[in-house]
Antibody
Framework: QITLKESGPTLVEPTQTLTLTCTFS??????????VGWIRQPPGKALEWLAL???????RYSPSLKSRLTITKDTSKNQVVLTMTNMDPVDTATYYC????????????WGQGTLVTVSS | QSVLTQPPSVSAAPGQKVTISCSGS????????VSWYQQLPGTAPKLLIY???KRPSGIPDRFSGSKSGTSATLGITGLQTGDEADYYC???????????FGGGTKLTVL
């Protein structure tokens, strides 16, 4: 059974750095082709692709947010961490992590999401 | 402004068929596989279609996907009230080297 779960602060002040952790089970991030990505969704708005880390530590970032994002993995702990610097109220959103299976461009399993509010 | 263009809303009666379009370009849909996601109110997205037209285990064959050139289409037959949700297309953009999503389509089953 594959599961993913996001954890981190629910409230962040403007200019602070957000750190989110995705803890997963049922698969290994050392398996060839597998990746874990982050996607966010502001309230009432569309999904936005943020970042993806592959089994071989290759990383991809949204061009518009690349300067603010860092994605890392800890294979032994089955965790992927996303950091986003200089948070702004427009970054208020539900943040999801999801698994990229061994091939293709889809996300086949998603976490439940965590709502992060940016406010002073 | 999303890279992929979807109609904001579609509607149809129970039992009918509906299609949702997703328009892109040669840098994304034209050269990458397309996936489709269903997001029921208050829940995380769920994969409906991957690799243009494949269904994950457990997804009924009422849902289908197709791709032609730089556009993709999600089809849903035998509409049920439980199909009311937001639907998103997604793919990889080779120019941006990033994944991209459509703006989403709200399906209303009248």
């Amino acid at each position: 059974q594959i599961t993913l779960k996001e954890s981190g602060p629910t409230l962040v002040e403007p200019t602070q750095t957000l750190t989110l952790t995705c803890t997963f089970s049922g698969f290994s991030l050392s398996t060839s082709g597998v990746g874990v990505g982050w996607i966010r969704q502001p309230p009432g708005k569309a999904l936005e692709w943020l970042a993806l880390i592959y089994w071989d530590d290759d990383k991809r970032y949204s061009p518009s947010l690349k300067s603010r994002l860092t994605i890392t993995k800890d294979t032994s702990k089955n965790q992927v961490v996303l950091t986003m610097t200089n948070m702004d109220p427009v970054d208020t959103a539900t943040y999801y992590c999801a698994r990229r299976p061994g091939s293709g461009y889809s996300f086949d399993y998603w976490g439940q999401g965590t709502l992060v509010t940016v406010s002073s | 402004q999303s890279v992929l263009t979807q109609p904001p809303s579609v509607s149809a009666a129970p039992g009918q068929k509906v299609t949702i379009s997703c328009s892109g370009s040669s840098s994304n849909i034209g050269n990458s596989y397309v996936s489709w996601y269903q997001q029921l109110p208050g829940t995380a997205p769920k994969l409906l279609i991957y690799d243009n037209n494949k269904r994950p285990s457990g997804i009924p064959d009422r849902f289908s996907g197709s791709k032609s050139g730089t556009s993709a289409t999600l089809g849903i037959t035998g509409l049920q009230t439980g199909d009311e949700a937001d639907y998103y297309c997604g793919t990889w953009d080779n120019s941006l080297s990033t994944g991209v999503f459509g703006g989403g389509t709200k399906l209303t089953v009248l």
